[in-house]
């Protein structure tokens, strides 16, 4: 028998992001929807595709190179298009990287899938330079009238995307970003010292480990009663574990072995931080929140929509060790304070990032695709 369900395509370059971003959204709406529409996951070969297919998620292994070589770039739109006809998708949902570079390029010339667009926050940190954000203006303007929709994770992207004419108004939906509560227990019995930071990020450039290793070794001037945690992967790795055996910094500082269990990471510690230039909304400050721990970001694009400074952590400037040093110390010295504001960021993780109000909004886009696509896509 034909099967009639509404078909959406979830795209993502490498598994662990698809496990971390998507994985379990689409679990919950092809449960929420059975019957009605199906859910798939694209990603590249990787760990996490064996523990998501284990949970009965149907993905597509298919190969989409990081690279912005031109020749790798047409090799993911011939592997990504080659997916889409195999699978006759109603409609695909790009996420942030190459899948958004190469899919909205095919979008170009496929009228009858509807394509949708989600960012994670536009790609102009505080350290971006002016030409490089004119030129990234330019391409998202090229690129404009490729998608039905463009979801936003954060409000100071949208204001971007309305002064600079890069949308129409109704391909825009605010989305924001939001985790399964239920995953991140909170445990507000004090925990016996050594306090113990955590930073959940990739090792690349953007997420700037050197701001937070500058910050621990002005600390350590003051105690050693502390530890750090670093978790992730990525190509930086060893030159961040180079610069912590240089700093003399190996007996407070650990990365920690990767794992996609990050409910018992944020467990393990008492605080989150995350130092990057720019983030959408990030799951690295949400989940520690969820998980009833305060934390610090640096002031920037995306973090700062994510907290309540001085209620559920602190913003700290991007270039000033030395303040988040000081912030780090805090912590250290306040542990009450320290646990009544894990309380207050749990209660603002539970209010304002519910993945609940997520699989809303996606279940009302995803079901509009029965429907004919408009402008470009018509």
């Known amino acids: 028998m034909k099967d009639t369900r509404l078909k959406i395509l979830e ?8 496990y971390a971003l998507v ?46 070589n031109p020749l790798q770039l047409l090799r993911s739109a011939w592997n990504l298009r080659r997916a889409i006809k195999q699978g006759g998708y109603d409609a695909v949902h790009l996420h942030f990287g190459v899948p958004g570079l190469v899919g909205r390029f095919l979008a170009f010339f496929d009228h009858k899938t509807v394509w949708i667009y989600q960012s994670h926050g536009y790609s102009i940190a505080d350290n971006t330079s002016p030409l490089a954000r004119k030129a990234y203006i330019l391409i998202e303007k090229l690129l404009k009238k490729t998608v039905r929709y463009s979801l936003f994770q954060l409000l100071e992207d949208m ?19 939001g985790i399964d509560m239920r995953r991140f227990v909170p445990d507000f019995t004090a925990r016996q010292t050594p306090t113990t930071f955590g930073m959940v990020a990739r090792f690349e450039p953007i997420k700037n480990h050197a701001l937070l290793l500058d910050a621990v070794e002005l600390l350590t001037k003051q105690t050693r009663d502390f530890r750090v945690k670093l ?16 700093k003399g910094l190996h007996d407070v500082v650990e990365i920690v072995e990767y794992s996609n269990d990050m409910p018992a990471f944020y467990q393990s510690i008492d605080v989150g931080v995350l130092t990057s230039f720019a983030e959408g909304i990030p799951r690295a400050l949400i989940e520690p929140m969820a998980s009833g721990k305060p934390v610090i970001c640096t002031d920037v694009k995306g973090s700062r929509e994510a907290i309540i400074d001085q209620q559920t952590g602190f913003k700290t400037p991007i270039d000033s060790p030395q303040a988040l040093a000081d912030q780090m110390l805090w912590y250290i ?10 309380k207050a960021a749990r209660e ?31």
């Open 159 to 177: 204001v971007l995307a309305r002064e600079h004419h890069l949308l129409d108004a109704e391909q825009m939906v605010f989305l924001g970003n």
């Open 23 to 68: 994985f379990h959204r689409a679990q919950a709406l092809n449960q929420r929807h059975a019957g009605q529409m199906r859910v798939d996951v694209l990603c590249s070969a990787g760990d996490e595709v064996a523990l998501m297919q284990a949970q009965g998620m149907n993905v597509i292994v298919e190969t989409l190179h990081r690279s912005l």
């Open 231 to 246: 978790i992730g992967q990525g190509h930086l790795k060893a030159n961040v574990q180079a610069n912590i055996q240089q």
């Open 11 to 18: 795209v993502c370059t490498v598994s662990s992001s698809a």
């Open 348 to 378: 603002h993780a539970v209010k304002h990032f519910a993945e609940t109000r997520i699989l809303d909004i996606l279940s009302d886009i995803y079901l509009t695709c029965h429907t004919s696509p408009v402008g470009a896509t018509a």
């Open 333 to 342: 010295q306040h542990p009450e304070q320290r646990l009544a504001m894990g």
